[in-house]
């Protein structure tokens, strides 16, 4: 089975500070790859998703970017933070890219801009 | 647009209670239907999921009833204890679907008083 490391798990930036979440994959190849966001007490929001690398979509218009360097490696960024990016950070990974076989998600970045 | 809807937003049983979430879908080509379980600060977990050739799946307290034609799903915990206490999240997806994305509900948040 895979195992998805996220870091940092907390993590506090002011405004117009720069950011880089990094998550890692093992135990599959060539997953899928998602990024989601989850507000407080709220739901999951996609932000980006990589079917392979070098391959990144974007699913709604903002201060993040997303990219893909090696096939298990995942990396959310931002030039400058916004107070609104607060959040909690999920990586996902798809095995094989097929979604019968569910998601796995990291453990999350709790991101607050200050 | 939801592609899935769930319901209640929040809910609250007593201990040895049987704690019902529901979720709605749209699009037919969805055919696998999972469900995820987060406690606060962790990534959500697979807890069961369901393919639409059956109409109920059962492990251990946790059952999915799944209606095809209702386009409609349901989570049942039988004997809900304190430590079943999470938001819970249905989620649809296309196997089809080279993307392999999951669409989530907003999420449940269960609270199970002792």
């Known amino acids: 089975s895979q195992t998805i490391h996220q870091w940092p798990a907390t993590l506090v930036q002011p405004v117009g500070s720069p950011l880089s979440l990094e998550c890692t994959v093992e135990?599959?190849?060539?997953?899928?790859l998602y990024w989601y966001r989850q507000a407080a007490g709220r739901g999951l929001q996609l932000l980006f998703y990589s079917v392979g690398i070098g391959q990144i979509s974007s699913e709604v218009p903002q201060n993040l970017s997303a990219s893909r360097p090696q096939d298990r490696q995942f990396i959310l960024s931002s030039k400058k933070l916004l107070l609104s990016d607060s959040g909690f950070y999920l990586c996902?990974?798809?095995?094989?890219?097929?979604?019968?076989?569910?998601?796995?998600f990291g453990s999350g970045t709790r991101l607050t801009v200050v | 647009q939801q592609q899935v809807k769930q319901s209640p937003q929040s809910l609250i049983v007593q201990k040895g209670g049987i704690s019902i979430i529901n979720c709605a879908y749209e699009?037919?080509?969805?055919?696998?239907f999972p469900w995820y379980q987060q406690f606060p600060g962790k990534g959500p977990a697979l807890l069961i999921a369901i393919r639409p050739d059956v109409s109920e799946k059962k492990e251990g307290r946790f059952t999915i009833s799944f209606n095809k034609s209702a386009k409609q799903f349901s989570l049942h915990i039988m004997d809900s204890q304190p430590g079943d206490s999470a938001t819970y999240f249905c989620?649809?997806?296309?196997?089809?679907?080279?993307?392999?994305?999951?669409?989530f509900g907003r999420g449940t948040q269960l609270t199970v008083w002792p």
């Open positions: 135990g599959t190849s060539n997953p899928n």
């Open positions: 699009n037919t080509a969805f055919d696998y």
């Open positions: 996902a990974c798809l095995p094989g890219g097929s979604p019968g076989y569910g998601y796995t």
């Open positions: 989620a649809a997806a296309d196997r089809g679907s080279t993307l392999g994305r999951l669409y």
